[in-house]
């Protein structure tokens, strides 16, 4: 009986995803990996990790439709969103749904494990606290919108009350939260 913690990492980033589990092997888990929304069910449907390292988007499928899937399958395993896309938005969004943290990338194993303690010791360190820029608050605004719209992007234009073709040229300079 193999009495290592059973980890899945869902990435799509075939390198990034090599890396992640070599590390994770050096640290004593039992790694599995899935580069897609159906490995990651189809792993799941063959034991349930206790540990879950979740890219938020997957392909074109977004991670954060899996993560109801994990905690129903059990309500114990621990899930960490790794994102490059990160917003606020999506971090409530992530947690909510039941993520245990929510961390963009770059990351390393170091801290992806730190994220995993129960008691916060990846929160140890506070980073300094600096404003946000005018940019950075709109863009916040938009991905929280577009999240509470479920990515329809014609709906969150209405709720923002701007042209949906605006809306389209904002998300192609940043990439959709979703």
Same mark, same amino acid.
């Given at each position: 009986?193999?009495?290592r913690?059973?980890?899945l990492?869902?990435?799509d980033?075939?390198?990034?995803?090599?890396?992640?589990?070599?590390?994770?092997?050096?640290r004593?888990f039992?790694?599995?990996t899935?580069?897609t929304?159906?490995e990651?069910?189809?792993?799941?449907?063959?034991?349930t990790?206790?540990f879950?390292i979740? =890219?938020?988007?997957?392909?074109e499928?977004?991670?954060l =439709?899996?993560?109801?899937?994990?905690?129903?399958?059990d309500p114990?395993?621990?899930?960490?969103?790794?994102?490059?896309?990160?917003s606020?938005?999506?971090?409530?969004?992530?947690?909510?749904?039941?993520?245990?943290?929510?961390?963009?990338?770059?990351?390393?194993? =170091?801290?992806?494990?730190?994220?995993?303690?129960?008691?916060?010791?990846? =929160?140890?360190?506070?980073?300094?606290?600096?404003?946000?820029?005018?940019d950075?608050?709109?863009?916040?605004?938009?991905?929280?919108?577009?999240?509470?719209?479920?990515?329809?992007?014609?709906?969150?234009?209405?709720?923002?009350?701007?042209?949906?073709?605006?809306?389209?040229?904002?998300?192609?300079?940043?990439p959709?939260?979703?």
């Amino acid at each position: 009986m193999n009495e290592r913690p059973l980890l899945l990492i869902v990435e799509d980033d075939a390198a990034f995803r090599a890396r992640l589990a070599r590390a994770f092997e050096q640290r004593g888990f039992e790694v599995q990996t899935a580069a897609t929304e159906r490995e990651a069910q189809d792993a799941l449907a063959a034991e349930t990790p206790e540990f879950v390292i979740l =890219d938020l988007r997957i392909a074109e499928a977004s991670g954060l =439709d899996l993560i109801p899937r994990f905690k129903q399958a059990d309500p114990a395993t621990r899930i960490v969103v790794l994102t490059g896309y990160g917003s606020i938005a999506t971090a409530i969004e992530a947690l909510r749904r039941g993520a245990t943290h929510y961390l963009t990338k770059p990351a390393d194993a =170091d801290e992806i494990l730190a994220a995993f303690e129960p008691d916060g010791s990846a =929160d140890k360190e506070a980073p300094p606290l600096r404003p946000m820029s005018l940019d950075r608050v709109q863009w916040e605004h938009i991905s929280r919108v577009l999240v509470e719209c479920h990515g329809n992007v014609s709906e969150a234009a209405r709720a923002l009350g701007i042209h949906r073709r605006s809306l389209q040229r904002k998300l192609a300079k940043h990439p959709s939260p979703r």
